[in-house]
């Protein structure tokens, strides 16, 4: 019998899939959101989490970001 889950494809590089996984092990394990990791830069995740991946990545991304001196 075939087994379908619902869930998003997330394509991105190996930093980016890194901190998306790490971002998974910080959760408490009722709200772990990875369906499976694919390979190093493929994830399957839950579809309800989408928003909230894109949210830390953005303060990620601006926290990380270079801002040239006045």
């Known amino acids: ?9 997330i394509s991105c590089d190996i930093p980016m899939a890194q ?8 959760q408490p394990a009722s709200s772990k ?6 390979d190093s830069t493929h994830l399957f995740v839950q579809p309800n989490v ?3 991946i894109r949210s830390a990545i953005s303060e990620f991304r601006d926290l990380n970001s270079y801002e040239k001196p006045a």
């Open 19 to 26: 901190f998306i996984i790490n971002l998974n092990a910080t």
């Open 33 to 38: 959101f990875i369906i499976h990791v694919l």
């Open 50 to 52: 989408t928003e909230m």
């Open 1 to 9: 019998m075939v087994n379908a889950t619902k869930g998003i494809f």
